[in-house]
């Protein structure tokens, strides 16, 4: 690996920055992955590291220590899309000798920020550098860069300018495994990509000759996965390379290069808990391996690692395993729920289960086989003996269905493929279920898992953003709050298959560092968002913690399934087609550094009235010496009400104000709303480079207008005076006299000063309005009138009726009578 | 490295900035693969196909056009079709500038509105696709895109009815001709946009390549290259038997290289001789922070003055890149002061110099942008209603034509089809839209099918 010279390469093609949207913390982590047992220096590169603090992974294993701001770079490097590595910090990573082999999350806490996510992965083998000092140094066979038996080969493609090869040999025996996986999509943390991470293998024997190759794999889609019985003593090569060149830069892969079995599935793939599964390797070369397999306590997904680099999915679940009897045309199921499990061996099979079940029970049926990374692409249905058509069935699935509920639907998971539905029977009786594969394909490794439950009400909650590709917004949805400050991050909600709960909930915390806490209003029936505010004391530490967000029905009685989750795209391409996602199922929560200022809200004491505007008065609360520009913008208003893009409190301003707006379909009520506000610096659309609070909630009462105006059609000629005459219908009796506007006039129109002003009982309301000689003639309407009510000290402004003004010519001279 | 420089914008206008950029990559023989020679050369082939025996169609008041094209999409409400009174999450972040015949426009477009009684603004113009690609094609040919028939940018079909004057390209792209806006379609490639390929408001000294001698390469090196092309040409002439259009090639090459030393083409291409009065009348400091380079605009219209000046029919400018989907009240900030400058500059400086009547100054988009701002302070692609401005080449002055809803969704008045905006562009030039030409395979094609002229436009 070159990193040093890859630096070299990438500043002297480096242009000025450009500010845009797609400006993401952390662009690269080299080097990207480290052995289990050892520390690792790591150094982290992008925008606003600054500062760094600490760092907290997801998952346990990895502790960061002794952080460094390096020096920023002298001349930035520019990215897709904007993106900008300009700083970069350095620190160890220690990981322990238990530490689970993979990828790992992780975000950086720094005074002010904490990062979007970043990767790093662990390998359970010692690794080494490629260390290619000169472009070619490992292309050909002579070349080959000889590494041990069991290693990870730490590489990069130098595909920027040219094609690249890199070459491993390594000893092996006559007799033993050599097995190859090389990470590569998997493995990187980058943002934005083509199709140059799409890497292939080549196992050779020293002359060149070809023993085994792979580009794709249905366990590790684009990354390949190769393994071969070695023929006799002797050195042999890795070749890895890319199946097609394509330019690009950063792409570095992590090649496990070992003599271990490398099985591509495991059946049966799932059992219950604590359980020690009697179990079968399958599709390894040296053909099928039982073994025993000890499962966790733990329900949900399950990695089996053995003796491989990298682990095969399995499944824990509560309910106990029915095998496919593979003598047999159908299996009988003896009871529900279940799992079921079996394979499909040969093109055209389709495997037949038996059970029973009684009228109006209702069962989510998922399918597990691409997701295990098998090849099967599943199709079931569900029939009852005797009946004339399936009562269900399933091929492809949404990623709700999936359980994935923060995924983007642009992003790319295999697990889409699985079918997954929700079976309500409709009769009491013996029912069918079958699986077949849609392409009518089979193989020894088409291992399928069926897994059949009851279904149950559930509402999971995921940060809410909706942003160019998907990609992560620390604007909308980083957790950073400032010590003795606020946050307000919209949570969105999403139902989980064959939730039929529709009542009210509230939201709980769980896992909130000492001196924060949650307010949340309670979510109205029906709504998908809803925001969260974090309060930080003022002698909270700084710190980063991971923690859940969970919905609750506001009736204890009622029972819900809740959890959290968060996706993040990596290798993205414009639209938000990203090759890959990391999904986690907790939230990190920061206490930064004190911000500069805080905001307040004035409490309105007047009403939002629909189809009116409310002003908001804020109040900027500025720490001695910070004098700069604070944008603010409400990012969560009720359903039916509107707001202004953002406004920008000037430098050294102290009060600004903000407006809401209301449509007729607002729902009348009291609402909680808050403001959020931050520096200017860095980059808006995802938010990174700034210090972001919140104001507190204020209560906002959305009501019934004051009045109704019903408009007399009018006409005027040019050149002459004439009116506009609305019917005011009266909702709520005015206070004293109000200002009247009228909107929508042609440009040549005016209404003649004084305006006519409005008060309680007036039946209707004129403007006296006069044409110019050319107005344009014609019909305008869209006629409209303000009025503007002041009420305790604040001003509503509320719009009603639609009006129609025609202008006319002039009359030229006395009408003539009709012809009879 | 290598990676891509993007700028912001949905993914498919992303896309087209690739487009665009890979022409530039490919050099001035880009996108039509036309160097001044090919120019010259089918200039004087469609003299003798016709034009030159039949004498030269009728032109129209507009003698010359300066179309301004601004890729992206500019928001409507921003610029000449502002909305004050619609509701606040309509209304957008700017206030306006009022006209001096009542009329408003947005705040950024200050200068422009006090010269507002030269031009036309448009603002009923109604699109077919919010679709960056696609509504390009559109405008710059009249046409949404076919997979049977390419169709002809409308300066392909200027250079085609009227040829060349005073010896210069009848049409030249400013900098380069914009991707996704088609090309000469099933007319020659003759007809072609002479592409600068090099930008006169860019950062480093501007030379159009066809025109300067490459760098590097001295004067006599240069005789030397063209000695070699003339050995080679000439074993061609012997090779083949039609020596005369041999024999022509060889002319347009001379009449390339005669250009080079023209004293008349170098100074219709270059800036020189400009006073600094007339660079700041266009506005020439302007710096997009965005981008961190100078804005440019105000030296490619005076450059584009300069060629209608000195002969050339039709010349398109470009500038920016207008895809606000976030921010735009930056990108508003950052973008249209040096607009507006330079349109203002451009309008005043024609009619000073007595070229308005007869230079029709066109500036469009592809189309416009959503009435309501999104939750990222943008909008997106809208191609209900829009607005264009047009001046000069016997275009009403001092007119608002047609309106937008109270909230710039649909036209409430006058609604004029793009179809219809560019028909009334091809009358001024004294090109019948409604007239056929022959497509490959003889097959008539109408320039713009179901246009008709808005008479309300023309003076």
Same mark, same amino acid.
């Given at each position: 690996?070159?990193?040093?010279?890859?630096?070299?390469?990438?500043?002297?093609?480096?242009?000025?920055? =450009?500010?845009?949207?797609?400006?993401?913390?952390?662009?690269?982590?080299?080097?990207?992955?480290?052995?289990?047992?050892?520390?690792?220096?790591?150094?982290?590169?992008?925008?606003?590291?600054?500062?760094?603090? /600490?760092?907290?992974?997801?998952?346990?294993?990895?502790?960061?220590?002794?952080?460094?701001?390096?020096?920023?770079?002298?001349?930035?490097?520019?990215?897709?899309?904007?993106?900008?590595?300009?700083?970069?910090?350095?620190? *160890?990573?220690?990981?322990?000798?238990?530490?689970?082999?993979?990828?790992?999350?992780?975000?950086?806490?720094?005074?002010?920020?904490?990062?979007?996510?970043?990767?790093?992965?662990?390998?359970?083998?010692?690794?080494?550098?490629?260390?290619?000092?000169?472009?070619?140094?490992?292309?050909?066979?002579?070349?080959?860069?000889?590494?041990?038996?069991?290693?990870?080969?730490? $590489?990069?493609?130098?595909?920027?300018?040219?094609?690249?090869?890199?070459?491993?040999?390594?000893?092996?025996?006559?007799?033993?495994?050599?097995?190859?996986?090389?990470?590569?999509?998997?493995?990187?943390?980058?943002?934005?990509?083509?199709?140059?991470?799409?890497?292939?293998?080549?196992?050779?024997?020293?002359?060149?000759?070809?023993?085994?190759?792979?580009?794709?794999?249905?366990?590790?889609?684009?990354?390949?996965?190769?393994?071969?019985?070695?023929?006799?003593?002797?050195?042999?090569?890795?070749?890895?390379?890319?199946?097609?060149?394509?330019?690009?830069?950063?792409?570095?892969?992590?090649?496990?290069?070992?003599?271990?079995?490398?099985?591509?599935?495991?059946?049966?793939?799932?059992?219950?808990?604590g359980q020690t599964l009697s179990a079968t390797l399958l599709g390894d070369p040296a053909g099928e391996l039982p073994l025993k397999i000890g499962l966790p306590p733990t329900l949900g997904d399950f990695a089996y690692e053995?003796?491989?680099?990298?682990?095969?999915?399995?499944?824990?679940?509560?309910?106990?395993?029915?095998?496919?009897?593979?003598?047999? /045309?159908?299996?009988?199921?003896?009871?529900?729920?279940?799992? =079921?499990?079996?394979?499909?061996?040969?093109?055209?099979?389709?495997?037949?289960?038996?059970?029973?079940?009684?009228?109006?029970?209702?069962?989510?049926?998922?399918?597990?086989?691409?997701?295990?990374?098998?090849?099967?692409?599943?199709?079931?249905?569900?029939?009852?003996?005797?009946?004339?058509?399936?009562?269900?069935?399933?091929?492809?699935?949404?990623?709700?269905?999936?359980?994935?509920?923060?995924?983007?639907?642009?992003?790319?998971?295999?697990?889409?493929?699985?079918?997954?539905?929700?079976?309500?029977?409709?009769?009491?009786?013996?029912?069918?279920?079958?699986?077949?594969?849609?392409?009518?394909?089979?193989?020894?490794?088409?291992?399928?898992?069926?897994?059949?439950?009851?279904?149950?009400?559930?509402?999971?909650?995921?940060?809410?953003?909706?942003?160019?590709?998907?990609?992560?917004?620390?604007?909308?949805?980083?957790?950073?709050?400032?010590?003795?400050?606020?946050?307000?991050?919209?949570?969105?909600?999403?139902?989980?298959?064959?939730?039929?709960?529709?009542?009210?909930?509230?939201?709980?915390?769980?896992?909130?560092?000492?001196?924060?806490?949650?307010?949340?209003?309670?979510?109205?029936?029906?709504?998908?968002?809803?925001?969260?505010?974090?309060?930080?004391?003022?002698?909270?530490?700084?710190?980063?913690?991971?923690?859940?967000?969970?919905?609750?029905?506001?009736?204890?009685?009622?029972?819900?399934?809740?959890?959290?989750?968060?996706?993040?795209?990596?290798?993205?391409?414009?639209? @938000?087609?990203?090759?890959?996602?990391?999904?986690?199922?907790?939230?990190?929560?920061?206490?930064?550094?004190?911000?500069?200022?805080?905001?307040?809200?004035?409490?309105?004491?007047?009403?939002?009235?629909?189809?009116?505007?409310?002003?908001?008065?804020?109040?900027?609360?500025?720490?001695? @010496?910070?004098?700069?520009?604070?944008?603010?913008?409400?990012?969560?208003?009720?359903?039916?009400?509107?707001?202004?893009?953002?406004?920008?409190?000037?430098a050294g301003q102290n009060k600004a104000q903000y407006r809401l707006s209301a449509g007729a379909a607002a729902k009348p009520g009291k609402w909680k709303i808050a403001l959020e506000a931050t520096t200017t610096g860095g980059?808006?659309?995802? $938010?990174?480079?700034?210090?972001?609070?919140?104001?507190?909630?204020?209560?906002?009462?959305?009501?019934?207008?004051?009045?109704?105006?019903?408009?007399?059609?009018?006409?005027?000629?040019?050149?002459?005076? @004439?009116?506009?005459?609305?019917?005011?219908?009266?909702?709520?009796?005015?206070?004293?006299?109000?200002?009247?506007?009228?909107?929508?006039?042609?440009? $040549?129109?005016?209404?003649?000063?004084?305006?006519?002003?409005? *008060?309680?009982?007036? *039946?209707?309301?004129?403007?006296?309005?006069?044409?110019?000689?050319?107005?344009?003639?014609?019909?305008?309407?869209?006629?409209?009138?303000?009025?503007?009510?002041?009420?305790?000290?604040?001003?509503?402004?509320?719009?009603?009726?639609? @009006?129609?003004?025609?202008?006319?010519?002039?009359?030229?001279?006395?009408?003539?009578?009709? *012809?009879? | 490295?290598?990676?891509?420089?993007?700028?912001?914008?949905?993914?498919?206008?992303?896309?087209?900035?690739?487009?665009?950029?890979?022409?530039?990559?490919?050099?001035?023989?880009?996108?039509?693969?036309?160097?001044?020679?090919?120019?010259?050369?089918?200039?004087?082939?469609?003299?003798?196909?016709?034009?030159?025996?039949?004498?030269?169609?009728?032109?129209?008041?507009?003698?010359?056009?300066?179309?301004?094209?601004?890729?992206?999409?500019?928001?409507?409400?921003?610029?000449?079709?502002?909305?004050?009174?619609?509701?606040?999450?309509?209304?957008?972040?700017?206030?306006?500038?009022?006209?001096?015949?009542?009329?408003?426009?947005? !705040?950024?477009?200050?200068?422009?509105?006090?010269?507002?009684?030269?031009?036309?603004?448009?603002?009923?113009?109604?699109?077919?696709?919010?679709?960056?690609?696609?509504?390009?094609?559109?405008?710059?040919?009249?046409?949404?895109?076919?997979?049977?028939?390419?169709?002809?940018?409308?300066?392909?079909?200027?250079?085609?009815?009227?040829?060349?004057?005073?010896?210069?390209?009848?049409?030249?792209?400013?900098?380069?001709?914009?991707?996704?806006?088609?090309?000469?379609?099933?007319?020659?490639?003759?007809?072609?946009?002479?592409?600068?390929?090099?930008?006169?408001?860019?950062?480093?000294?501007?030379?159009?390549?066809?025109?300067?001698?490459?760098?590097?390469?001295?004067?006599?090196?240069?005789?030397?290259?063209?000695?070699?092309?003339?050995?080679?040409?000439?074993?061609?002439?012997?090779?083949?038997?039609?020596?005369?259009?041999?024999?022509?090639?060889?002319?347009?090459?001379?009449?390339?290289?005669?250009?080079?030393?023209?004293?008349?083409?170098?100074?219709?291409?270059?800036?020189?001789? !400009?006073?600094?009065?007339?660079?700041?009348?266009?506005?020439?400091?302007?710096?997009?922070?965005?981008?961190? !380079?100078?804005?440019?605009?105000?030296?490619?219209?005076?450059?584009?003055?300069?060629?209608?000046?000195?002969?050339?029919?039709?010349?398109?400018?470009?500038?920016?890149?207008?895809?606000?989907?976030?921010?735009?009240?930056?990108?508003c900030l950052d973008k249209m002061p040096a607009l507006d400058h330079a349109v203002a500059g451009l309008l005043t400086d024609l009619d000073d110099r007595g070229l308005l009547d007869s230079t029709l100054v066109m500036v469009? &988009?592809?189309?416009?942008? &959503?009435?309501?701002?999104?939750?990222?302070?943008?909008?997106?692609?809208?191609?209900?209603?829009?607005?264009?401005?047009?001046?000069?080449?016997?275009?009403?002055?001092?007119?608002?034509?047609?309106?937008?809803?109270?909230?710039?969704?649909?036209?409430?008045?006058?609604?004029?089809?793009?179809?219809?905006?560019?028909?009334?562009?091809?009358?001024?030039?004294?090109?019948?839209?409604?007239? !056929?030409?022959?497509?490959?395979?003889?097959?008539?094609?109408?320039?713009?099918?179901?246009?008709?002229?808005?008479?309300?436009?023309?003076?």
């Amino acid at each position: 690996m070159r990193i040093a010279a890859s630096i070299a390469v990438l500043l002297c093609g480096a242009w000025p920055a =450009l500010a845009g949207p797609m400006v993401h913390h952390i662009e690269a982590v080299w080097p990207r992955c480290g052995s289990r047992g050892t520390t690792v220096e790591v150094t982290l590169h992008g925008v606003s590291l600054e500062q760094a603090r /600490e760092i907290i992974f997801y998952r346990p294993g990895i502790r960061a220590i002794e952080l460094e701001d390096l020096p920023p770079y002298e001349r930035p490097i520019s990215l897709h899309h904007s993106g900008r590595i300009e700083e970069q910090v350095r620190c *160890k990573f220690v990981i322990a000798a238990d530490c689970p082999i993979g990828e790992h999350p992780f975000r950086l806490r720094t005074a002010t920020e904490l990062t979007g996510l970043s990767m790093f992965a662990v390998t359970k083998f010692p690794t080494v550098d490629e260390a290619e000092a000169r472009r070619g140094d490992n292309d050909l066979l002579a070349k080959a860069k000889p590494v041990p038996m069991n290693v990870t080969a730490r $590489g990069k493609m130098d595909s920027d300018r040219m094609p690249d090869v890199d070459l491993y040999r390594v000893s092996g025996k006559s007799g033993e495994h050599l097995s190859v996986e090389v990470d590569s999509v998997w493995l990187t943390e980058k943002h934005y990509a083509e199709l140059e991470f799409d890497l292939m293998v080549r196992l050779l024997d020293d002359r060149g000759r070809e023993l085994a190759r792979n580009d794709d794999s249905a366990l590790h889609v684009q990354d390949p996965i190769v393994s071969a019985i070695l023929p006799r003593d002797g050195d042999y090569i890795v070749e890895v390379r890319q199946p097609i060149y394509r330019t690009g830069s950063f792409v570095y892969y992590a090649a496990h290069i070992g003599n271990h079995r490398r099985p591509l599935a495991v059946y049966p793939a799932g059992g219950q808990p604590g359980q020690t599964l009697s179990a079968t390797l399958l599709g390894d070369p040296a053909g099928e391996l039982p073994l025993k397999i000890g499962l966790p306590p733990t329900l949900g997904d399950f990695a089996y690692e053995g003796d491989m680099p990298s682990t095969l999915p399995m499944r824990v679940s509560a309910y106990p395993n029915v095998l496919e009897v593979r003598e047999s /045309e159908e299996t009988s199921v003896a009871s529900l729920p279940a799992a =079921l499990n079996g394979i499909i061996e040969s093109p055209g099979d389709a495997d037949v289960f038996q059970l029973s079940a009684k009228k109006g029970e209702r069962y989510r049926v998922r399918v597990f086989a691409r997701s295990l990374g098998t090849p099967l692409d599943p199709r079931i249905w569900i029939e009852r003996v005797g009946g004339d058509s399936p009562e269900v069935e399933g091929d492809d699935a949404t990623y709700p269905d999936r359980g994935l509920y923060a995924v983007g639907p642009q992003l790319q998971r295999k697990e889409l493929l699985d079918p997954s539905v929700v079976w309500q029977a409709q009769h009491s009786g013996t029912y069918r279920l079958g699986i077949s594969d849609m392409r009518s394909l089979g193989g020894p490794t088409f291992v399928y898992r069926i897994e059949i439950e009851p279904a149950s009400d559930a509402v999971f909650t995921y940060p809410y953003s909706r942003v160019i590709d998907n990609v992560e917004c620390p604007r909308l949805t980083s957790f950073a709050i400032a010590q003795g400050n606020r946050w307000t991050v919209n949570i969105g909600l999403s139902e989980g298959q064959g939730n039929q709960y529709r009542g009210e909930l509230e939201m709980i915390a769980r896992g909130l560092p000492p001196g924060v806490r949650m307010i949340a209003p309670r979510v109205p029936a029906g709504y998908k968002t809803i925001p969260v505010q974090f309060v930080a004391s003022a002698d909270a530490r700084p710190q980063v913690a991971l923690f859940e967000v969970l919905a609750r029905p506001v009736d204890p009685a009622q029972k819900l399934i809740s959890g959290s989750q968060q996706a993040f795209p990596f290798l993205g391409h414009s639209g @938000g087609h990203a090759w890959r996602s990391v999904v986690v199922d907790r939230y990190a929560l920061a206490v930064t550094e004190p911000a500069p200022f805080s905001i307040e809200v004035v409490p309105p004491a007047i009403p939002l009235a629909l189809n009116g505007e409310l002003t908001l008065d804020v109040i900027i609360m500025r720490r001695p @010496g910070f004098h700069a520009p604070v944008e603010f913008q409400a990012d969560w208003v009720p359903n039916g009400v509107d707001v202004q893009p953002t406004v920008t409190a000037e430098a050294g301003q102290n009060k600004a104000q903000y407006r809401l707006s209301a449509g007729a379909a607002a729902k009348p009520g009291k609402w909680k709303i808050a403001l959020e506000a931050t520096t200017t610096g860095g980059s808006y659309y995802l $938010g990174v480079g700034r210090i972001r609070v919140s104001s507190a909630f204020v209560d906002v009462t959305i009501a019934e207008p004051y009045l109704a105006l019903k408009n007399h059609p009018a006409s005027i000629r040019r050149g002459q005076r @004439g009116q506009v005459i609305w019917d005011v219908d009266h909702k709520k009796p005015l206070a004293g006299e109000t200002e009247a506007v009228l909107l929508g006039l042609p440009k $040549g129109v005016s209404v003649v000063e004084p305006a006519p002003r409005l *008060k309680a009982g007036d *039946k209707q309301l004129v403007f006296n309005i006069v044409a110019s000689d050319d107005v344009l003639l014609g019909q305008y309407k869209e006629l409209k009138c303000e009025i503007v009510v002041r009420e305790a000290g604040q001003e509503i402004r509320q719009r009603t009726g639609t @009006g129609i003004l025609r202008v006319d010519p002039p009359l030229a001279s006395k009408p003539q009578e009709a *012809k009879r | 490295m290598n990676e891509r420089r993007v700028a912001s914008g949905c993914q498919q206008f992303r896309d087209m900035r690739v487009g665009r950029r890979a022409a530039l990559q490919v050099g001035f023989c880009g996108a039509l693969g036309l160097s001044l020679g090919d120019l010259l050369r089918g200039e004087a082939r469609a003299l003798a196909q016709g034009h030159a025996n039949e004498g030269r169609p009728q032109e129209g008041p507009a003698k010359s056009i300066i179309h301004l094209h601004l890729p992206g999409g500019m928001a409507q409400q921003e610029s000449w079709d502002p909305k004050p009174e619609a509701p606040v999450e309509y209304r957008g972040p700017f206030q306006v500038a009022k006209t001096k015949s009542g009329e408003v426009f947005s !705040e950024n477009f200050g200068r422009t509105a006090r010269v507002a009684d030269k031009l036309t603004i448009v603002r009923s113009v109604v699109g077919k696709i919010p679709d960056h690609s696609q509504a390009t094609f559109h405008l710059f040919t009249g046409y949404t895109p076919s997979t049977v028939i390419e169709y002809p940018q409308m300066g392909a079909v200027v250079s085609q009815h009227f040829g060349p004057r005073r010896g210069l390209p009848p049409y030249v792209a400013i900098p380069n001709n914009l991707a996704y806006s088609g090309g000469t379609g099933y007319l020659s490639s003759k007809y072609g946009a002479f592409q600068l390929g090099a930008d006169p408001g860019g950062q480093g000294p501007f030379k159009v390549q066809d025109f300067s001698i490459p760098q590097g390469v001295s004067a006599q090196q240069f005789d030397r290259r063209r000695s070699a092309r003339n050995t080679i040409e000439g074993h061609l002439r012997r090779l083949h038997a039609d020596a005369d259009k041999q024999n022509t090639m060889d002319d347009f090459y001379g009449r390339a290289y005669s250009l080079l030393t023209s004293p008349e083409a170098q100074r219709a291409f270059s800036l020189e001789g !400009e006073s600094e009065a007339m660079l700041d009348l266009y506005g020439q400091h302007y710096i997009l922070k965005a981008r961190r !380079e100078p804005a440019g605009i105000g030296k490619r219209l005076l450059l584009a003055r300069r060629l209608v000046e000195a002969g050339v029919r039709f010349v398109t400018v470009n500038y920016g890149a207008w895809d606000s989907h976030t921010g735009l009240k930056d990108d508003c900030l950052d973008k249209m002061p040096a607009l507006d400058h330079a349109v203002a500059g451009l309008l005043t400086d024609l009619d000073d110099r007595g070229l308005l009547d007869s230079t029709l100054v066109m500036v469009t &988009t592809e189309f416009g942008r &959503t009435p309501k701002m999104n939750n990222a302070n943008g909008r997106d692609h809208w191609a209900r209603v829009y607005s264009m401005l047009l001046a000069g080449g016997g275009v009403t002055r001092g007119q608002v034509y047609g309106a937008s809803d109270a909230t710039s969704a649909e036209p409430a008045r006058d609604a004029v089809k793009l179809e219809d905006f560019l028909f009334t562009v091809y009358h001024q030039l004294g090109i019948n839209a409604d007239d !056929e030409l022959l497509a490959f395979g003889t097959r008539p094609i109408e320039i713009i099918r179901d246009g008709k002229l808005v008479k309300g436009i023309v003076a």
